[in-house]
């Protein structure tokens, strides 16, 4: 079974709108992290935002939130007043717990590209 | 130099060579990791090197061979691979939690785009 699930292969937004990324996630441990990553067309992995999963507020940096859900066991990233430089491919990720040691397990990951 | 630079960012082999994938990491950190990523499937973890001491081997193939020197370098191997490896292999490095609350995050060179004919 999967351990993180992005649903939406691709979205389009118009530069200035918020747009919200999609990211659901599997796990048995108490205590896991999540976070987002942005991947250009450079190839590089750039680290966006992290979320604990004992805390108790969403996390925010910049334009980029969390609205993090536990029950539902969803991690949804939230851009606001998105750039064109916004456009990318999005990974959502989780650190768990597997055989003694934290791993870090990725999404399939979705391509937003933000309209003029 | 800062963060984590990866040489070369290109690369074409054929399946009887041997070539080798360069990464540094300018970032004091003590894990580095080899991720490999194929069009449309998630990003795969290959090897893990905590303190230069290899702590995962994802069931890779023996065609791929890690080297960490110290904890500053990776390196990965090729060597008689097949067209199925054609992939952006991404090198990333991070500091080991100390707290609860440490993210942890992976830093991530650009990738070395590797193409097998």
């Known amino acids: 079974a999967q351990k993180i699930t992005q649903t939406q292969p691709g979205m389009f937004v118009q530069e200035k709108e918020a747009v919200t990324l999609d990211c659901t996630y599997d796990?048995?441990?108490?205590?896991?992290?999540l976070f987002w990553y942005k991947q250009p067309s450079s190839g590089e992995m750039i680290f966006l935002i992290y979320?604990?999963?004992?805390?108790?507020q969403n996390a925010t940096e910049g334009r980029y939130s969390l609205n993090f859900q536990k029950a539902r066991k969803s991690a949804n990233l939230v851009i606001s007043a998105s750039q064109l430089g916004d456009s990318a491919m999005y990974f959502c990720?989780?650190?768990?717990?597997?055989?003694?040691?934290?791993?870090?397990?990725f999404g399939k990951g979705m391509k937003l590209t933000v309209n003029p | 130099e800062t963060g984590v630079t990866q040489t070369p960012r290109h690369l074409v082999m054929g399946m009887t060579n041997k070539k080798s994938l360069k990464c540094e990491q300018h970032?004091?950190?003590?894990?580095m990791y080899w991720y490999k990523q194929s069009a449309k499937k998630p990003l795969e973890l290959m090897f893990v090197?905590?303190?230069?001491?290899?702590?995962e081997n994802n069931s890779v193939p023996s065609r791929f061979s890690p080297e960490c020197p110290n904890s500053s370098h990776l390196f990965l191997h090729l060597h008689t691979l097949q067209p199925e490896d054609s992939a952006l292999y991404l090198c990333?490095?991070?500091?080991?939690?100390?707290?609860?609350?440490?993210?942890?995050?992976?830093?991530f060179g650009e990738g070395s785009r590797l193409t097998v004919l």
């Open positions: 990333a490095s991070s500091q080991e939690r100390q707290r609860l609350r440490d993210t942890g995050e992976l830093f």
């Open positions: 970032l004091g950190h003590n894990a």
């Open positions: 090197y905590n303190f230069k001491e290899q702590t």
């Open positions: 979320q604990g999963s004992y805390d108790q």
């Open positions: 990720a989780m650190r768990e717990i597997q055989g003694g040691s934290e791993k870090l397990v």
């Open positions: 796990t048995s441990d108490p205590s896991y992290g």
